[in-house]
Every structure is written in C-alpha cells, then in structure tokens.
Nanobody, 115 residues
C-alpha cells in the first residue's frame, strides 16, 4: 500500500509561516500529480496547490502569492511553503498523490493560524 507521511503542521500567529512536507513510498515513475488540499470544519475538502509530473502548478485563488508548492524527486517529497498566513487558512491539510495506480491521501495535519 502506498503511504504518505506528512509533517510541519502546527500553531502559528497571523502573518507567520509554516512549511508542510509530504513524503511518499510510491514509485517516482508512477506519480502523475501531488498536491495539498485542506478542509475546515463544516466545509468541503478543496484544492490548495498541486504540481504535475511535468512541473506545472495550480493554486487556489485564495493562496496565490502566499503559498508555494515544490517537489524533490530524489526524496519523492512535496512541500508547501506557507507565508503570510491568515486565520482563514486554519484547516486540516491533506497530502494527495495521483498515480497511475490510483489516488492516495495522507492522514492530514492540522494548521491553526491564531493570535
């Protein structure tokens, strides 16, 4: 079974920064896309940022200019650099892997932006 291991979540003040990491056990040759989704209480899970095998990125309008997705193919990891965080960014963040063998999700990591 493919595993996704997330880290980097926590509590941060408004305007602060966090860096989320997600490492996968999947074969690099099978990865089509990796990304980050978030889900706040009572809300639908929604895309935050994604990066394709070819390096194309996609961001939610609400995070453009503040959050940056990147990857390290050697480590089979994807990162989300989160800057200028706002209280409305508070949510559980899930790492997602789209591979030729299926779709996989991490367990989620809590990000809380509060004074």
């Amino acid at each position: 079974q493919v595993q996704l291991v997330e880290s980097g979540g926590g509590l941060v003040q408004p305007g602060g920064s966090l860096r989320l990491s997600c490492a996968t056990s999947a074969s690099i040759w099978n990865i089509r896309e990796m990304g980050w989704y978030h889900q706040a209480p009572g809300k639908q899970r929604e895309l935050v940022a994604s990066i394709t095998h070819g390096g194309s990125t996609n961001y939610a309008d609400s995070v453009k200019g503040r959050l940056t997705i990147s990857r390290d193919n050697a480590e089979k990891s994807v990162y989300l650099q989160m800057n200028s965080l706002k209280p409305e960014d508070t949510a559980v963040y899930y790492c997602h892997l789209g591979s030729i063998t299926g779709d996989y999700w991490g367990q989620g990591t809590q990000v809380t932006v509060s004074s």
